[in-house]
Every structure is written in structure tokens, then in C-alpha cells.
T-cell receptor, first 113, second 115 residues
Framework: ETGVTQSPTHLIKTRGQQVTLRCSSQSGHNTVSWYQQALGQGPQFIFQYYREEENGRGNFPPRFSGLQFPNYSSELNVNALELDDSALYLC????????????FGSGTRLTVV | AQTVTQSQPEMSVQEAETVTLSCTYDTSESNYYLFWYKQPPSRQMILVIRQEAYKQQNATENRFSVNFQKAAKSFSLKISDSQLGDTAMYFCAFMRVYNNNDMRFGAGTRLTVKP
């Protein structure tokens, strides 16, 4: 069984630009959650997708948006990048119940300059 | 709102010794899940152990065990026979059983195992 894969692994963007991060979920998982992890901190919940619909959102502005596709893969889009958006972005997949925890990818390191 | 607190930013332990990482949480829920995740320098979060709140028995996975005190809202992780490969950030996490669309994490504890 394949795990969660994220691309790209590293990315450098300029303030004001837009970025798209991608995630392929683990086989058998239908739910994808995205987290932002600033340096030295714990992951912060951005949003979750289930069956192509947003299924919950954390305290992030609307310029953070997402998509989930029929094969359960997902994208995270961030518009109008700010310096504070520099972080590790983690994708996690699970069953909807998530009772056995999430399976995480290795993340995308985004640097905004 | 649920919050997770890890009061030990950094800890160190000698190889082969035992170390305990602390975690407390705040919730009004009676049923929930608790997790410990390990994040090595490779960045991938790896599930170490999970606990279901309605089960009184403490979870154990090989060298890893937890001390779950529901009334005190405490969930500590004990690592026995520490190995160099245990060096990593450790995160405690909370998830509700219902409306469980977000898993909440603590700020983490950086554990260093010394040879």
C-alpha cells in the first residue's frame, strides 16, 4: 500500500504570488486534511476535505483554499502570499472517522521572500 | 475548544534509559482519541501510539507506553530502552470522536537520545 505523497518538497515564492501544493492520499483513505507547521511549533489545522467537499476549516483566511479530486488526491492553494506563510505544509489522509489516526506525508517546505 | 499542552520543550536521555514526555489537554468531551506522533528530521509525522478515552487500559506498543489519566486530563508517553533512532520531535494530539474533522496538536517536545 502506498503512503501519502506530497509535491513539491521545497518551494520558494515571492510575496504576493500564488502557490499550489499537491497531495496524494494513502490507498483506501477518502479524507484529506491539511496542516501548517511553522518552525518550532506544532501543526495547525487548515481544513479537511471529504468526498470533494470541505469538511471543516481552521482559523485561516479565505486566501487558503483547497480541492479534492475523485481519486481523493488534494490541492492546497494559497493566494497573495505573505512572509508569514513560510512554513512546512503537511497533508494527512485518513478514513472519515480517522479513529486510527492520520497518515502524514513528508510535507512541502514553502519559503516566501 | 480543545487545547493540548506539552510543557517540556526539550528533553534528553541516555541511550538504553527510560524517559517520559508529558501532555495535558482540555476538553468537555467524554469520548475522544489521543495520539503521540514522532517527527524525525525527515519531517514525516509517524504515529507512535493511540489511546481511546473510553478504554481505561493504557496503550502499549513495544517500547512505547502511555499513562492515561482521564480525570486529570493527562496523557504521558514513556519510552523504554531509548535508542538513538528515537531522537525526534514528539507531538501529543487530541481528536474528538464526533465532529472529528480536526486533530489538535501540542507544541511538541524535542527529544535527544545521547550515546
Amino acid at each position: 500500500e502506498t503512503g501519502v505523497t506530497q509535491s513539491p518538497t521545497h518551494l520558494i515564492k515571492t510575496r504576493g504570488q500564488q502557490v499550489t501544493l499537491r497531495c496524494s492520499s494513502q490507498s483506501g483513505h477518502n479524507t484529506v486534511s491539511w496542516y501548517q507547521q511553522a518552525l518550532g511549533q506544532g501543526p495547525q489545522f487548515i481544513f479537511q476535505y471529504y468526498r470533494e467537499e470541505e469538511n471543516g476549516r481552521g482559523n485561516f483566511p479565505p486566501r487558503f483554499s483547497g480541492l479534492q479530486f475523485p481519486n481523493y488526491s488534494s490541492e492546497l492553494n494559497v493566494n497573495a502570499l505573505e512572509l508569514d506563510d513560510s512554513a512546512l505544509y503537511l497533508c494527512a489522509s485518513s478514513s472519515l472517522a480517522g479513529t486510527y489516526g492520520y497518515t502524514f506525508g513528508s510535507g512541502t517546505r514553502l519559503t516566501v521572500v | 475548544a480543545q487545547t493540548v499542552t506539552q510543557s517540556q520543550p526539550e528533553m534528553s536521555v541516555q541511550e538504553a534509559e527510560t524517559v517520559t514526555l508529558s501532555c495535558t489537554y482540555d476538553t468537555s468531551e467524554s469520548n475522544y482519541y489521543l495520539f503521540w506522533y514522532k517527527q524525525p528530521p525527515s519531517r514525516q509525522m509517524i504515529l507512535v501510539i493511540r489511546q481511546e478515552a473510553y478504554k481505561q487500559q493504557n496503550a502499549t506498543e513495544n517500547r512505547f507506553s502511555v499513562n492515561f489519566q482521564k480525570a486529570a486530563k493527562s496523557f504521558s508517553l514513556k519510552i523504554s530502552d531509548s535508542q538513538l533512532g528515537d531522537t525526534a520531535m514528539y507531538f501529543c494530539a487530541f481528536m474528538r470522536v464526533y465532529n472529528n474533522n480536526d486533530m489538535r496538536f501540542g507544541a511538541g517536545t524535542r527529544l535527544t537520545v545521547k550515546p
